[in-house]
């Protein structure tokens, strides 16, 4: 046992946190600064990582040079089960109601309710940032699970909407902090959708080595073609660095979020069971074995009907969507601690997890919790 290796749900739901061995064992990937040491690599990996420590020669720049010093540690391997030990979220005070939305947009509040089941959305206020409400979620989710934010080895930080777009996760791994956080998207047709906020998971190898895992099924797809029903597509002309004159020092933009509700509400309708259906045949557990449906919370209609053909009851299925909109990437982790905090979910719970988006992409999980 070499200590806590802690990481976050949605990128084990990625199947990028862990990967098997030909033993069964779980192998925890250690990423150090800009390197990474992976336990089991493949031939042309191992390749590859051997010949960039040759001397290189590059044209024009004098005789081979030897590269820079390895920063990477050795990939650690845990011999423990893992656990899912501690949640947190955290969204900005101020929110806007359907009632708002009315004097912005042109909408009602019944027409959002009926078709979303959305009442009201939190968004970023002046002087907020993604990073302040990232570090406020993984603080609850560490004192949740009793460990020090110096005892964490890695960092998964997951956002589609970054204070800056070359990425955030640095200011927040300086506090050794792990979070996501869903966009405030302002287009007319899908701004009464979406709302700001963070989740965090802490997961940690188990004392016991005998004890069973927390992730017991996962099942993963993507399907390109679906891409034109949901995007957000750069603004700026392709040929922007060749322009002459403003344009080429024009601010560069994205579009807003464009979204094709029945393609999208079909995609999921059928996408959810069929991922969580794998999901539990790799766990050899049946829909019966589940006690809660934590998914992805896009829209009310979407939930009830993945509930209603995985035949669970409304009653354990989590949704809080009415208060926080769809909070993106934020969505699955902020529902997940509201739950265990209200005491819905009890440790040794089984949890079936789904969550989908652009890509259009779709990952399932059957977990355990505590």
């Given at each position: 046992m070499q200590g806590?290796?802690?990481?976050?749900?949605?990128?084990?739901?990625?199947?990028?946190?862990?990967?098997?061995d030909a033993e069964g064992e779980a192998t925890a990937r250690v990423a150090v600064q800009a390197n990474a040491s992976i336990a089991h690599q493949t031939p042309p990996a191992r390749s590859m990582l051997s010949s960039i420590q040759q001397p290189?020669?590059?044209?024009?720049?004098?005789?081979a040079r030897s590269p820079l010093p390895r920063t990477s540690k050795p990939a650690v391997r845990c011999r423990a089960a893992e656990m899912l030990v501690g949640v947190g979220s955290s969204v900005p005070e101020t929110f806007l109601t359907n009632h708002d939305l009315e004097k912005l947009v042109q909408t009602s509040d019944?027409?959002?309710v009926s078709r979303t089941g959305i009442k009201k959305r939190h968004?970023?206020?002046?002087?907020?940032?993604?990073?302040?409400?990232?570090?406020?979620?993984a603080n609850r989710a560490l004192e949740m699970a009793g460990i020090s934010a110096k005892d964490i080895d890695l960092v998964?930080?997951?956002?589609?909407?970054?204070?800056d777009v070359f990425g955030s996760a640095c200011q927040v791994c300086t506090a050794r902090r792990n979070a996501r956080r869903g966009p405030q998207e302002r287009g007319a047709r899908t701004c009464i959708l979406f709302g700001d906020g963070c989740g965090a998971v802490v997961v940690s190898t188990n004392p016991d080595p005998s004890a069973p895992g927390a992730i017991l099924g996962m099942e993963m797809g993507s399907d390109g073609a679906g891409h034109r029903h949901l995007h957000?597509?750069?603004a700026g002309g392709g040929l922007k660095p060749m322009a002459e004159g403003d344009e080429a020092s024009s601010r560069a933009s994205y579009a807003n979020i464009h979204m094709a509700g029945q393609d999208v509400f079909k995609f999921a309708v059928r996408t959810v069971p069929a991922v969580i259906d794998g999901a539990l045949a790799k766990a050899n557990l049946t829909k019966e074995s589940v006690d809660w449906l934590v998914m992805h919370q896009a829209n009310q209609r979407i939930l009830d009907a993945a509930a209603l053909r995985l035949g669970l009851p409304a009653d354990r299925v989590v949704s809080n969507l009415a208060q926080y909109g769809n909070t993106s990437a934020a969505s699955i982790p902020l529902a997940l601690d509201e739950a265990v905090r209200g005491g819905l979910i009890k440790p040794g719970d089984k949890i079936a997890m789904a969550g989908f988006g652009a890509g259009l992409t779709w990952a399932g999980a059957i977990v355990r919790w505590g």
């Open positions: 806590c290796r802690l990481t976050s749900l949605p990128a084990l739901l990625s199947g990028a946190a862990t990967s098997a290189i020669a590059w044209p024009g720049f004098g005789p019944e027409w959002i968004v970023l206020g002046k002087g907020e940032t993604l990073v302040q409400h990232a570090t406020a979620s998964l930080f997951a956002t589609s909407s970054p204070d957000c597509t750069f």
